[in-house]
């Protein structure tokens, strides 16, 4: 992109006044590519921010479809989405905030088949996926590929986000090694969610994502923040890379990517 | 007095539905040793078979992980806040 349009030096000039971003910084913003995995709880305000933002090329994944269920806290959806594809619905809903953005759907699942495909084309990943199984192939393939991972995920009233960088910080293996085995860990469709949460979560993994393209104030890279909706407390945890780390350690022993069964909570639907 | 300890969701059906609860003890052994005796059946849900943390729970004094510190040795002091974290994976599709 050579300058911006008339209509883009209006529709950013609260970004571009801003010092820390700037027109430099919006130049960044709509040339950074940035995948997103699931149009769901989490992918929903975190998608529809970072399309005002003028992210100018939004993947989205997912191969689900709108139920009327999803409605209580998928913001990109409406009632007239129900039994439409999800990434189409977050398409239609980006265009309609900002038609600037290049939009490019998978409507498929993730697995070590499609993942270096899929995100060969982007430099960020925003984690808001909802299963075991996913976190740890993302994980893998971002420190494999050495992408940065905006992790978020949710439980109850509880949320998590994070920022793994390869190199610059631990990841998601350095925190737990391996998945929980099955049953011990009960999913979000079997304890529930407060539908605001991931709004919350979301939104703050769409503000790691700008940070990072614009390299300004400090990421979540190594900090794990914690928020609880119930008692309306942020708490920030220290994380360390772990140098036993099977992935990103000094002698890792992955080196391929692995699918995990669908071995925890419930199966998805 | 005794140390403060932070409680995530899943488990909080042992804690009578509490997210904080105290306990005694001068490191984290004996401080979860003292929480089994209170709240019966959540060592258990923290311990594998073997006696060992399970390893997709994370626990925390402060802000620092007790793997960097001296595992479940770490000394805990009053006023500490010892947080247990489990892994969660919910981006709920």
């Known amino acids: ?269 | 007095m005794a140390v403060k300890v932070r409680i995530p969701s899943p488990l909080q059906k042992l804690t009578k539905n509490q997210s904080e609860v105290s306990a005694n003890g001068k490191n984290i052994k004996e401080l979860f040793s003292d929480l089994e005796k209170q709240y019966p059946g959540l060592r258990d849900r923290i311990y594998d078979e073997s006696g060992s943390l399970r390893r997709f729970i994370n626990v925390y004094i402060n802000e620092e992980d007790i793997r960097f510190l001296k595992g479940e040795e770490s000394e805990v002091k009053d006023w500490d806040d010892v947080s247990i974290i489990p892994a969660i994976a919910g981006g709920v599709s």
């Open chain 1, 1 to 269: 992109m050579s300058s911006f349009t008339e209509e883009q030096i209006y529709r950013y000039s609260r970004h571009i006044i801003l010092p820390e971003v700037g027109g430099k910084g919006q130049k960044k913003l709509l040339e950074s590519r940035v995948l997103l995995l699931g149009a769901g709880g989490l992918g929903s305000p975190a998608t529809m921010y970072l399309a005002a933002a003028g992210i100018g090329n939004l993947g989205i994944i997912d191969f689900d479809v709108v139920d009327m269920s999803n409605l209580q806290r998928q913001i990109l959806h409406g009632v007239e989405d129900i039994g439409r594809s999800k990434a189409e619905s977050a398409k239609d809903t980006i265009k309609s905030i900002n038609p600037d953005i290049k939009v490019t759907l998978y409507k498929e699942r993730l697995s070590s088949e499609n993942i270096y495909r899929i995100f060969k084309d982007y430099d960020i990943i925003v984690d808001g996926c909802d299963n075991f199984p996913t976190r740890y192939l993302v994980n893998d393939a971002c420190i494999l590929t050495g992408k940065t991972n905006v992790h978020g995920s949710i439980f109850r009233f509880d949320g998590q986000v994070t920022v793994f960088k390869p190199k610059d910080g631990p990841c998601y293996r350095c925190l737990y090694p391996e998945p929980p085995p099955a049953g011990l860990v009960p999913s979000c469709q079997e304890a529930g969610v407060l539908g605001v949460l991931p709004g919350i979560i979301g939104t703050l993994q769409a503000v790691e994502v700008i940070k990072l393209i614009l390299g300004i104030g400090k990421p979540l890279i190594g900090k794990l923040l914690l928020y609880n909706a119930l008692d309306a407390e942020f708490r920030q945890l220290r994380l360390r890379r772990d140098v036993n780390c099977p992935v990103c350690g000094d002698n890792p022993t992955i080196k391929e990517l692995i699918d995990y069964e669908e071995f925890c909570g419930i199966a998805r639907h």
